[in-house]
């Protein structure tokens, strides 16, 4: 289940609190069609599913790569970063992970790829 606003963070027996965002994927569509919108959107699945069908714009670096080089992301560090995959399992693993990083703009796809293809809306290939 996803977190709404807080997630505890355990790294070796110290706690870390970052504010998470949930975003519905409608408030998601409307945000990014702005085009001063400063959001990364990361889609953590693997290449092939992105290759099946992503949001337009979106960076894909699947969950297992990202977590072993969270580096990466270095120059998004500033900037809120929506963090997705198909269902959410994915996108928690990499949230835990850029919580423990210290990033502090995260925003997590509620339903991730599964709701945004529900609600119609357009994927590119």
Known sequence: MKKLTLILGLVFCSY????????????????????????????????????SGHIKDSINIPHDQLIQNIDVLDQY?????????????RAQ??????????????????GDMLAWKTSGFPVVH
């Open 16 to 51: 870390s609190w970052a504010e998470v965002e949930l975003i519905d994927v409608s408030v998601l569509k409307k945000r990014i069609e702005n085009p001063g919108h400063s959001l990364i959107l990361l889609d953590v699945r693997t290449v092939s599913e992105y290759q």
């Open 77 to 89: 560090r500033n900037q809120p970063i929506v963090v997705f995959c198909r269902s959410g399992r």
């Open 93 to 110: 693993l990499v949230i835990d992970t850029l919580i423990q990083n210290k990033f502090d703009q995260i925003v997590d796809l509620e």
